[in-house]
């Protein structure tokens, strides 16, 4: 699965709150156990993630609707095994269980 969707970042680590908190759209993509972030599908092609960041690992990543975020709708929450959490912003309800269902298959 891939896509574009908003993404918050909310923390970098266990309980330590992320620095950079703006929301950006990215381009997402779910392959092989990972989750990367790009600018867009070419950042995809070329291997360049978002910032240089690294992919992030899926196989201890619980997902939820981020139903305790009410600021913005169809809002997904990501944490992954090594305390990080995301905010993911899907346009529609469909699109957001499409990712639900993705990263829990993952
Ligand atoms: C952040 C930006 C986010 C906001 C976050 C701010 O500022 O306004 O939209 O989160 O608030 O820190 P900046 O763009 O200057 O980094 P919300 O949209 O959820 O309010 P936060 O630090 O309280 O999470």
Do not use: I
């Not at 908190?21 to 997402?28: A, D, E, I």
């Not at 600018?39 to 070329?46: I, L, M, V």
């Amino acid at each position: 699965l891939e896509g574009f969707l908003f993404r918050k970042h909310e923390l970098e680590g266990p309980n330590k709150k992320a620095s950079n908190r703006s929301w950006v759209n990215l381009y997402c993509v779910l392959s092989r156990g990972d989750l990367g972030f790009y600018k867009d599908a070419k950042g995809q092609a070329s291997g360049s993630t978002h910032g240089g960041e690294p992919l992030v690992p899926l196989h201890q990543a619980t997902s939820q609707v981020a139903s305790d975020y009410k600021k913005k709708k169809n809002v997904f929450k990501l944490k992954t095994g090594d305390g990080n959490e995301f905010l993911l912003q899907a346009k529609d309800e469909e699109e957001m269980k499409n990712w639900l269902q993705a990263l829990a298959a993952s």
